[in-house]
Nanobody, 119 residues
């Protein structure tokens, strides 16, 4: 059974930093491409960053490029998102994501963790 459990969200002042974690189980973490998404209030969920299992290459949304860093620790089955220089526009629920399957690929989501950037 695939499980993704996010943590690390909270209230932070503008300009501050947070590190989100996502502990994964139920699949071969080291072989999976992993992603972070977020959903701001009243808006659609958007892809922020993805890390590929082959070579560890990463991609980022323009809105977070240079401020956020995605990484994974295969020994701990944990995905991270280091977020720096946070602004109120980063306020959202943040979700960990993995897509699994061969002939049919389906997404799996964690429960999300709330990040609020406010003074």
């Amino acid at each position: 059974q695939v499980q993704l459990v996010e943590s690390g969200g909270g209230l932070v002042q503008p300009g501050g930093s947070l590190r989100l974690s996502c502990i994964a189980s139920g699949f071969t973490f080291s072989s999976a491409d992993m992603s972070w998404y977020r959903q701001p209030p009243g808006k659609e969920r958007e892809l922020l960053a993805r890390i590929f299992s082959s070579g560890g290459n990463t991609i980022y949304a323009d809105s977070v490029k240079g401020r956020f860093t995605i990484s994974k620790d295969n020994a701990k089955n944990t995905l991270y998102l280091q977020m720096n220089s946070l602004t109120p526009e980063d306020t959202a629920v943040y979700y960990c994501n993995v897509r699994l399957g061969i002939s049919i690929v389906r997404p799996y989501w964690g429960q999300g963790t709330q990040v609020t950037v406010s003074s």
